[in-house]
């Protein structure tokens, strides 16, 4: 302490003999260039002057400095907050703004899902910073950008949010794909994504990065649930999905289950086709798949979907026969979906990633009464994702004292790190940067309740149950056994 009051006196005395300098005309601006801090400099921020001179300076140097004594002063380097000072509370990035770059679909093919991912998120920075909207002193600003789950235009955003923006996070993408293509742009500049609600393996495995992290699922994740609950109700399966990175990471993961399980495809019964017909993203009209479904003559169809195409799909599915003929197991999708399009499907069984009734907590009852306070209905299926992803946010942030570097979050996030979000514990694998939580085996039984109470829990599967192997690749493999 006493060093720092030296050091202050220093500075200060240095400023007024600059002033003096100044106004004599006795040296140009370069120099006196020398910059006092606006606030006043803490142990953990300033480093101690190396030498301290013999005595004060008098009024007489002041009047009549010297070349020498005008060159000399120079600021003093400021030290990298210690662990020392982390540990005593201090806030060394206090005051600098945070910039969270939120990455969302409102607009495009999983336009129906960004809603529920951006109002758990802006939620979840509520609860996790006790309404401040601060987090060891920086004040948050998010900046939010719709790439419609075009992976260029998530590529492009990225980099404004990066370079334009400020960004010292990336969070979101409703989309695999656009997930998948903002990996690199995170890489390159050196900043922590994390993934969330995108689903797709390949994030956390073959396209692993060390800065990026999910707190959505995967899945195989899905699959290790929906597995064990289909296996027991047929021998021979089939699955139809979407043509994209979800639904080809969905379906060979559902695959490598349910074969493992001994349960036997159908159709396209290869590694490569994982037994599964697949359809555009953007299609309606169903009827020729549907029809090879009916052709397979399998015990049970697997669908993996996202976005708007549920609602026809099982429309067109009832008009067929589909529920007829075999049992049907599926994610479960969010509220409006299933409003729309489960009416002749009630009864049909599957993994849900979340729905408000299911978790019995203090974080799920607190985020379930403000979203209706502020939005009028009840968190939909990606509000806790949502909410996980600021809470993840703002407790490693907490953790390193507001350093945002990758090289410092990365250390906290590999280190067993976990967080309480509303569906209960999650814990970050260090080796894969997989987020194991808990998943929900359940049946539709309404798509009228006036409160969206649309199902009902057959199983609740918890973290231990739903984690999957590590499948990291080349360079990274041997993490996994680390």
């Not at 090289?407 to 996030?413: S, W």
Request: glycine share 8%; with cysteine.
């Amino acid at each position: 302490m006493k060093n720092r009051r030296m050091l202050l006196i220093v500075l200060s005395l240095l400023t007024m003999l600059a002033l003096t300098i100044s106004a004599c005309g006795g040296a140009t601006p370069e120099t006196v260039a020398t910059e006092v801090p606006a606030v006043e400099p803490t142990e953990a921020v300033v480093a101690e002057p190396t030498e301290a001179p013999a005595e004060e300076p008098t009024e007489e140097v002041a009047e009549e400095p010297t070349e020498e004594v005008a060159e000399e002063p120079t600021e003093a380097p400021a030290e990298e907050p210690t662990e020392e000072a982390a540990a005593e509370g201090e806030q060394p990035f206090a005051g600098e703004e945070l910039v969270i770059g939120l990455m969302t679909d409102k607009s495009g093919a999983l336009a129906i899902y960004g809603p529920s991912q951006t109002q758990g998120f802006y939620l979840g920075l509520e609860y996790a910073t006790e309404g401040t909207m601060e987090v060891a002193g920086r004040p948050i600003r998010v900046v939010e950008m719709d790439n419609s789950s075009d992976p260029d235009t998530a590529v492009t955003q990225a980099r404004e949010l990066i370079e334009a923006e400020g960004a010292d996070i990336l969070i979101g993408n409703v989309s695999s794909s656009a997930a998948l293509a903002t990996i690199p742009v995170a890489e390159e500049n050196d900043v922590i994504y994390i993934a969330e609600p995108a689903a797709a393996p390949a994030i956390t495995a073959e396209n692993f990065s060390p800065n990026t992290f999910r707190t959505s699922r995967t899945s195989v994740q899905d699959a290790l649930v929906m597995g064990s609950g289909l296996l027991g109700m047929g021998e021979t399966f089939v699955q139809i999905a979407p043509d994209n990175a979800f639904g080809i990471g969905s379906a060979c993961a559902f695959y490598a289950i349910v074969t493992g399980g001994g349960g036997q495809f159908t159709t396209n019964d290869t590694a490569e086709g994982c037994g599964t017909i697949y359809a555009p993203i953007e299609t309606t009209d169903f009827t020729s798949y549907i029809n090879q479904i009916l052709d397979s003559g399998a015990d049970v169809l697997i669908v993996s979907w996202a976005g708007a195409g549920f609602a026809p799909m099982f429309q067109q599915m009832s008009q067929l026969g589909v529920f007829d003929e075999m049992t049907v197991g599926t994610g479960v999708g969010d509220n409006q979906t299933l409003a729309a399009g489960y009416a002749d499907a009630l009864g049909v069984v599957g993994i849900q990633v979340y729905h408000y009734t299911l978790p019995n907590n203090e974080i799920n009852d607190w985020l379930v009464e403000r979203h209706m306070e502020e939005h009028g209905t009840p968190p939909d299926l990606w509000a806790s994702g949502g909410m996980m992803a600021a809470i993840m946010a703002v407790e490693g942030l907490e953790a390193t004292n507001g350093d945002s570097s990758a090289e410092a979050l990365r250390t906290v996030y590999e280190d067993n790190f976990s967080f309480e979000g509303p569906k209960g514990t999650t814990t970050i694998r260090a080796s894969d940067h997989v987020a194991l939580q808990t998943l929900y085996f359940v049946r539709v039984v309404s798509v009228t309740d006036a409160e969206f109470r649309f199902v009902e829990l057959v199983e609740e599967f918890g973290p231990e149950r739903t984690e999957p192997p590590c499948n990291l690749v080349d360079a990274y493999a041997d993490r996994c056994t680390e």
